[in-house]
């Protein structure tokens, strides 16, 4: 059974930083491309970022471009997040997810398991 379990999440004031983590189990991971999600109350699931399996490619949004980095520890089963400068409109439930397709890793739809995510909320 895969299980994605997202931690680090929580209350942080603007201009401050925080650090996401996803462990994953029941997965060969390191033959995964792994994403971060984020969906704020009321809009739909956005892309942040997406690392691909030998983490040598990296993809980000616009909006989090320069601020988020997204890395892997393969030897952990385990993606982090690292959030600075973060902006009230970065408040959200983030998700990872993992995906074995090698295509656009921005879609949703193509990941094949996901986290129950984490809340982060940037305060003004």
């Known amino acids: 059974q895969v299980q994605l379990v997202e931690s680090g999440g929580g209350l942080v004031q603007a201009g401050g930083s925080l650090k996401l983590s996803c462990a994953a189990s029941g997965l060969t991971f390191s033959t995964y491309a792994m994403g971060w999600f984020r969906q704020a109350p009321g809009k739909e699931r956005e892309f942040v970022a997406a690392?691909?399996?030998?983490?040598?490619?990296?993809d980000y949004a616009d909006s989090v471009k320069g601020r988020f980095t997204i890395s892997r520890d393969n030897a952990r089963n385990t993606v982090y997040l690292q959030m600075n400068n973060l902006k009230p409109e970065d408040t959200a439930v983030y998700y990872c997810?993992?995906?074995?397709?090698?295509?656009?890793?921005?879609?949703?739809?193509?990941?094949?398991?996901w986290g129950q995510g984490t809340q982060v909320t940037v305060s003004s």
């Open positions: 690392l691909r399996w030998s983490g040598g490619t990296t």
């Open positions: 997810a993992a995906t074995d397709y090698i295509g656009d890793l921005r879609t949703p739809p193509l990941y094949d398991y």
